[in-house]
T-cell receptor, first 112, second 117 residues
Framework: AQTVTQSQPEMSVQEAETVTLSCTYD???????LFWYKQPPSRQMILVIR??????QNATENRFSVNFQKAAKSFSLKISDSQLGDTAMYFC?????????FGKGTTLSVSS | GAVVSQHPSWVICKSGTSVKIECRSL??????MFWYRQFPKQSLMLMAT?????????EQGVEKDKFLINHASLTLSTLTVTSAHPEDSSFYIC?????????????FGPGTRLTVT
């Protein structure tokens, strides 16, 4: 069975600083996708970034980038130049078939 | 593009009654939709996967007779909570899986807050 583990329940960062959220996963599949979703106080799930397992290059979306270590089954999210609007719960997710499997989430607080 | 709506956004019902939640993909067709349940400050728990025109597949521990799912068209799935009880109070989120033109991405609805009194 696939599992996704986020070991940081809460994190905090100052505006303009950089923060890294950790995620590890376990699977025997060779073809899969990894995602980071953001859930702000509105509770609308927002896709932040996705990574295909067959791609060695780390995905990047503006201030958001990932460090994908396939052998270590690690998929961390780096947020650069943190903004107040980044305050949210962040979920790491895995998909091998059709359904997404979510980690327990990390609550990120950005302060001024 | 790729918008998913849910209706209602918030509903209060009395214990013993049934309530229906709608999930619509507004600008794409979704052969597969998913229903999740989320308690405060917790993760999303997959309840069931629904495929258009066929019976839903429920996750272990989810009562199929209590949470009725219908996926009658490529743009609409409904979740009916039957004989609701206070412990069914939760935040329910649907997502719709797009086709190859959108990389089979899942798009999430804004959620429905159910309170059973």
């Amino acid at each position: 069975a696939q599992t996704v583990t986020q070991s940081q329940p809460e994190m905090s960062v100052q505006e303009a600083e950089t923060v890294t959220l950790s995620c590890t996963y376990d699977t025997s599949e060779s073809n899969y996708y990894l995602f980071w979703y953001k859930q702000p106080p509105s509770r609308q799930m927002i896709l932040v970034i996705r990574q295909e397992a067959y791609k060695q290059q780390n995905a990047t979306e503006n201030r958001f980038s990932v460090n994908f270590q396939k052998a270590a089954k690690s998929f961390s999210l780096k947020i650069s130049d943190s903004q107040l609007g980044d305050t949210a719960m962040y979920f790491c997710a895995f998909r091998a078939g059709t359904a997404l499997i979510f980690g327990k989430g990390t609550t990120l607080s950005v302060s001024s | 593009g790729a918008v998913v709506s849910q209706h209602p956004s918030w509903v209060i019902c009395k214990s013993g009654t049934s309530v229906k939640i709608e999930c619509r993909s507004l600008d794409f067709q979704a052969t597969t939709m998913f229903w999740y349940r989320q308690f405060p400050k917790q993760s999303l728990m997959l309840m069931a996967t629904s495929n258009e025109g066929s019976k839903a597949t429920y996750e272990q521990g989810v009562e199929k007779d209590k949470f009725l799912i219908n996926h009658a068209s490529l743009t609409l799935s409904t979740l009916t909570v039957t004989s609701a009880h206070p412990e069914d109070s939760s935040f329910y989120i649907c997502s719709a899986r797009a086709g190859p033109n959108l990389n089979y991405e899942q798009y999430f609805g804004p959620g429905t807050r159910l309170t059973v009194t």
